[in-house]
């Protein structure tokens, strides 16, 4: 096996959030799906932004969020992803290498800026988001070397890869480069919609490429086409090593082989914004498993880190992790 | 008397503030001036940045801040600030005019970018504040119109105007164009170091040209070189119509001919970040001036809207004030 150099090395849209507070009458004046995540084009971007209230800017993006929280944690990480030569760019990049994260994938100079997430937070911190992937179509297969996909103990994918058609062939090169190196590989679904696009394709994922799955409640149930969790956990049971399903404010349940754990959230001290939950718990979870912590740590250590960024807004956490987790981790 | 079109109108440097936490450790090593603004240039912005850990970016600027508050509070305001035409320059455009703020002054297309305010909170909630002008040195006289000025019942000017040269002629031709149109000019005196950069200055302005003051403490001091706040405060009665005096957790004063009003501070819910405290502190108090208000509760409605600010990161209110001041005002 190559030497390892990273723990964990995501791929994922490299997108800049867009934050502001928004009440549900906006959400539905504007035709908004609360609570998912829908692809816009520039012209629509243009004008929602128009019309949105005062907001803060960060960097965002599924994937890198979750590397984001690795290295905040204290593991080494990598992210490959697309951003432009631009302002926002720049945002992106500061974010992640400040925190040691190996970021080196090419800059695109010519075509759209970088991605920006119109994020609506309504009073009951959900969030609904309206991406504009900008400067993500450009993320392909050459981006991916093998050299970084091998040095990696765990390569983290996010199921958005899924909508730039590019960046799906960096995502089926990066898999079958991981596992040719005997390494794994993790698969968040990302959001219902996007799942109910790809169907098809995530689910010869699951079964084949798969080895740890992150998925939500209205995610899974919409992979398998069932109305009840508890049906699609006995779907995914033996098609990934580890299938890590989130229930919001009723905790995760954790699948692996004969073992089922369910485990409780962690109660947040405030709940401001749920973007970015999903994320952090992931980034928890593999810190665990990266440790070789058994699955019911793991998937308290995901709740643990889920809380610290619900509590404020913006999908990163404010403080270090570690810090976060030293005082929670019991 | 000119119509009226704003209540205010807010003259000051249009930034993009980034956010970040940082410790004292980082401060004593990077030889940072806590709890100050400093100004820095090009070379030293990219070098604190890429030491900087990830930051979340939104509009700022002192006086800016307040008309935003203003607005945010449903009086009408115009703003008068430079930008770039680039990609900051775009959020702060639309973060303030979202708010129903008219913004016209014309962009800057060549020289430096917009300005950027680099800000490290310390888990004192302390803000220590690293400013690069950019675009805000191209700002001038020519950028202010008579018109704009004579329909503003009030023109809000922060002290930290002295420093870019351009823009200290553009303030001292508002002010005069204020009062030839019988309007009245209000203040901030912003930093304790920018008060001793301006010292002769501000206090030629104080006793000949402005209506209304803001300073805080170590500002009301420097200006007039002593020890004590109630000296200082005995130094500023008389010489412009009101004084109002905050003294963080011990609230604020306010000096107007023979009346001296002392008001408790507003216990915020969390102490998170208290920059943009002095910048909300003012909005409360002009909108309570504005409403032909009391002093007393010029000040209790200052100290609601500043305890709004300092509960989350960033200078700005991230819910209406217009709604926290009618849960507080009592």
């Given at each position: 096996m190559a030497e390892t150099r990273f723990h964990v090395l995501g791929i994922g849209n490299a997108i800049v959030d867009v934050v502001a507070y928004a009440d549900d009458e906006f959400l539905v004046k504007h035709g908004l799906d609360k609570g998912r995540m829908t692809l816009i084009d520039a012209d629509r971007t243009k004008a929602l932004y128009g019309a949105m209230a005062p907001a803060g800017e960060s960097s965002g993006g599924s994937a890198a969020n979750t590397v984001a929280s690795l290295a905040s944690l204290g593991l080494a990480c990598a992210f490959v992803g697309k951003v432009h030569d631009d302002q926002w760019g720049a945002v992106f990049r500061h974010d992640i290498r400040t925190l040691g994260v190996a970021f080196d994938t090419l800059l695109s100079r010519g075509g759209a800026p970088t991605a920006r997430c119109l994020i609506f937070v309504t009073p009951d911190a959900q969030r609904t988001m309206q991406t504009f992937l900008g400067a993500c179509v450009e993320l392909g297969p050459g981006d991916v070397h093998e050299n970084e996909i091998a040095a990696a103990e765990i390569t983290y994918l996010e199921?958005?890869?899924?909508?730039p058609p590019g960046a799906k062939q960096a995502f089926v090169k990066a898999a079958g480069l991981a596992h040719a190196a005997g390494r794994r590989v993790a698969l968040s679904l990302s959001d219902p919609l996007c799942v109910a696009r790809h169907r098809e394709d995530f689910l010869d994922l699951v079964n084949d490429h798969v080895d740890i799955l992150f998925a939500n409640e209205a995610e899974i149930t919409t992979l398998y086409r069932v109305d009840e969790f508890d049906t699609a956990l006995q779907s995914v049971r033996?098609?990934?090593a580890i299938a890590a399903l989130t229930r919001s404010e009723q905790g995760s349940v954790v699948v692996s082989g004969d073992q089922v754990h369910v485990v409780d959230a962690h109660v947040p001290a405030r709940l401001v914004d749920t973007t970015g939950a999903g994320d952090a718990y992931a980034a928890g979870f593999l810190f665990g498993v990266v440790q070789g912590r058994d699955l019911h740590d793991c998937a308290h250590l995901g709740g643990v880190a889920a809380a610290e960024v619900i509590g404020h807004f913006g999908a990163r956490p404010e403080i270090p992790l570690k810090q976060v987790i030293a005082e929670k981790d019991r």
């Open positions: 199921g958005y890869l899924w909508d033996g098609h990934c």
